[in-house]
């Protein structure tokens, strides 16, 4: 396919230089070649070719499997990712017999910044492809099927539902056109019950995640909880008509419980290096994991890795910020080490992430 396609190319542009007098090279001949094979893509199938869809087929098969093994996460029922993973393959392949690069992804930065996960299992996807099948894999192969995982997380997400008592003036009737209003745009909340603010004190508030204080927009008043409980429930007050910034307020407090629980269990004191003495990112690398080593958060295969995964495909957020990680299966907790230069402003921090 792609010999004939590269003839029709050759055909079409000799046909341009002698009508228009123009002058076309190689490499727009590769990339002609490569838009018309690209165009024989539609509605998620790819041009049927016997043993070789087949071959993509298996190859993204055994992809979705080894992430299973490494991270014991199924996406094999996902079909939108497996034709996704599949189209690209059949584009990467074509792409090396052409010498043709893709050029960066879009919204890279932010995959790699807020969807490492996603970001993980392409850098093993692509691992797979250059290892085993001889991929010439690039920086910007990694990006485009880490945005493939990144829109499969976002569709098998589950949010986890946080038990919630809103706190407002008024009757029956505004009890309920708030409840269905905050059912309606925060589904990831239980409403344990909605009530005034006399009768919160009243409530068991052991195990309520937050509370929702909702006050007239132009009478904004505090909150007070009994003494036992002051401290221990956040409380989020926001105006009673629940505008869209309310929403955004609330959803960003549900956002920061996601977050911050696991994020706290996973930074030890003892691996956090202030003042290190190095002068570059490696030898800084090197002292993080020794101590973790040492401290028996890591096993030497698990260094190992962390050093090799960061050879695979920097792991640099920004000029500032990197997080080396390693992407082996590990019975120990996910853990963080991290330190910083006095002499140089970049940190630097090791993550040991269990599947």
Same mark, same amino acid.
Do not use: W
């Given at each position: 396919?792609?010999?004939?396609?590269?003839?029709?190319?050759?055909?079409? !542009?000799?046909? !341009?230089?002698? =009508?228009?007098? *123009?002058?076309?090279?190689?490499?727009?001949?590769?990339?002609?070649?490569?838009?018309?094979?690209?165009?024989?893509?539609?509605?998620?199938?790819?041009?049927?070719?016997?043993?070789?869809? %087949?071959?993509?087929?298996?190859?993204?098969?055994?992809?979705?499997?080894?992430?299973?093994?490494?991270?014991?996460?199924?996406? =094999?029922?996902?079909?939108?990712?497996?034709?996704?993973?599949? +189209?690209?393959?059949?584009?990467?392949?074509?792409?090396?017999?052409?010498?043709?690069?893709?050029?960066?992804?879009?919204?890279? =930065?932010?995959?790699?910044? +807020?969807?490492?996960?996603?970001?993980?299992?392409? %850098?093993?996807?692509?691992?797979?492809?250059?290892?085993?099948?001889?991929?010439?894999?690039?920086?910007?192969?990694?990006?485009? %099927?880490?945005?493939?995982?990144?829109?499969?997380?976002?569709? /098998?997400?589950? /949010?986890?539902?946080?038990?919630?008592?809103? %706190?407002?003036?008024?009757?029956?009737?505004?009890?309920?056109? !708030?409840?269905?209003?905050?059912?309606?745009?925060?589904? @990831?909340?239980?409403?344990?019950?909605?009530?005034?603010?006399?009768?919160?004190?009243?409530? #068991?508030?052991?195990?309520?995640?937050?509370?929702?204080?909702?006050?007239?927009? @132009?009478?904004?008043?505090?909150?007070? !909880?009994?003494?036992?409980?002051?401290?221990?429930?956040?409380?989020?007050?926001?105006?009673?008509?629940?505008?869209?910034?309310?929403?955004?307020?609330?959803?960003?407090?549900?956002?920061?419980?996601?977050?911050?629980?696991?994020? +706290? /269990?996973?930074?030890?004191?003892? *691996?956090?290096?202030?003042?290190?003495?190095?002068?570059?990112?490696?030898?800084?690398?090197?002292?993080?994991? @020794?101590?973790?080593?040492?401290?028996?958060?890591?096993?030497? #295969?698990?260094?190992?890795?962390?050093?090799?995964?960061?050879?695979?495909?920097?792991?640099?957020?920004?000029?500032?910020?990197?997080?080396?990680?390693?992407?082996?299966? *590990?019975?120990?907790? /996910?853990?963080?080490?991290?330190?910083?230069?006095?002499?140089?402003?970049?940190?630097?921090?090791?993550?040991?992430?269990? =599947?």
């Amino acid at each position: 396919m792609i010999k004939k396609t590269y003839c029709i190319c050759e055909e079409l !542009l000799s046909y !341009l230089e002698d =009508s228009c007098r *123009l002058r076309f090279g190689e490499q727009e001949k590769r990339y002609l070649a490569y838009l018309l094979i690209g165009s024989s893509y539609r509605g998620g199938e790819i041009p049927s070719d016997g043993q070789m869809n %087949v071959f993509f087929e298996e190859m993204t098969d055994e992809m979705l499997f080894r992430i299973q093994e490494v991270y014991d996460v199924d996406f =094999s029922t996902d079909e939108i990712l497996r034709k996704g993973l599949i +189209q690209h393959i059949y584009s990467a392949f074509h792409r090396f017999q052409l010498h043709i690069s893709v050029g960066n992804p879009p919204l890279i =930065s932010l995959i790699k910044s +807020q969807y490492i996960e996603a970001y993980n299992y392409s %850098v093993l996807c692509c691992s797979i492809l250059q290892d085993s099948y001889y991929f010439n894999i690039t920086e910007d192969d990694i990006g485009y %099927v880490a945005l493939h995982f990144a829109a499969a997380m976002e569709r /098998s997400g589950e /949010s986890e539902h946080y038990r919630v008592i809103a %706190v407002c003036g008024g009757g029956f009737g505004t009890y309920n056109f !708030l409840r269905a209003k905050l059912s309606r745009y925060l589904p @990831n909340i239980a409403i344990i019950d909605i009530c005034s603010s006399f009768e919160i004190n009243n409530h #068991d508030l052991t195990d309520i995640d937050f509370i929702i204080h909702m006050t007239a927009p @132009n009478y904004p008043s505090d909150l007070t !909880l009994p003494a036992h409980h002051s401290g221990r429930v956040p409380v989020v007050t926001v105006n009673e008509l629940l505008t869209e910034d309310d929403i955004a307020v609330i959803t960003d407090c549900i956002n920061y419980f996601n977050d911050f629980a696991y994020l +706290q /269990s996973l930074f030890r004191e003892e *691996l956090f290096l202030a003042g290190l003495e190095v002068e570059s990112k490696r030898e800084a690398l090197e002292q993080i994991t @020794n101590i973790m080593l040492r401290e028996g958060h890591i096993t030497a #295969d698990t260094k190992e890795a962390i050093f090799k995964r960061e050879k695979v495909s920097t792991t640099e957020i920004n000029e500032l910020v990197a997080i080396p990680h390693s992407i082996l299966p *590990l019975e120990l907790q /996910s853990v963080i080490g991290g330190g910083y230069s006095q002499r140089t402003p970049p940190g630097v921090g090791a993550m040991a992430k269990s =599947s």
